[in-house]
């Protein structure tokens, strides 16, 4: 057991009560849709998963909104591959359409 691992869980708590004093006014308002799109890929080697580009109108670059990009290309990203999602974010959730845009990695 590393040092740090007892101290995890209230440096987590820490954290996010930091997060939430700093740069809470910019957290997506609840029940209001953002229209707009994100472009990402997962990369060949390695498989880390990037945000290319994104746009969501109105709506502020924040740390939640990049998790939620992050957390929904994780799920959606394909190895190799350049993908567009065109939509809305709406309560952390995104709907809409995925295209891909390159499949011809050398």
């Known amino acids: 057991m590393a040092l740090a691992d007892p101290f995890a869980a209230v440096d987590a708590v820490n954290h996010e009560?930091?997060?939430?004093?700093?740069?809470?006014?910019?957290?997506?308002?609840?029940?209001?849709?953002?229209?707009?799109?994100?472009?990402?890929?997962?990369?060949?080697?390695?498989?880390?998963?990037?945000?290319?580009?994104a746009d969501w109108g109105d709506l502020e670059d924040s740390t939640w909104l990049y998790d939620a990009m992050l957390e929904y290309a994780g799920k959606h990203a394909e190895r190799g591959k350049v993908t567009r999602f065109d939509g809305v974010f709406r309560n952390y959730r995104f709907t809409g359409v995925q295209t891909v845009l390159s499949t011809d990695l050398p």
Do not use: Q, S
């Not at 997506?28 to 390695?46: Q, S």
């Open 17 to 53: 009560i930091v997060a939430r004093n700093t740069w809470g006014h910019l957290a997506p308002v609840k029940h209001r849709a953002f229209r707009g799109y994100m472009v990402f890929t997962c990369a060949g080697y390695g498989g880390d998963i990037a945000i290319i580009d």
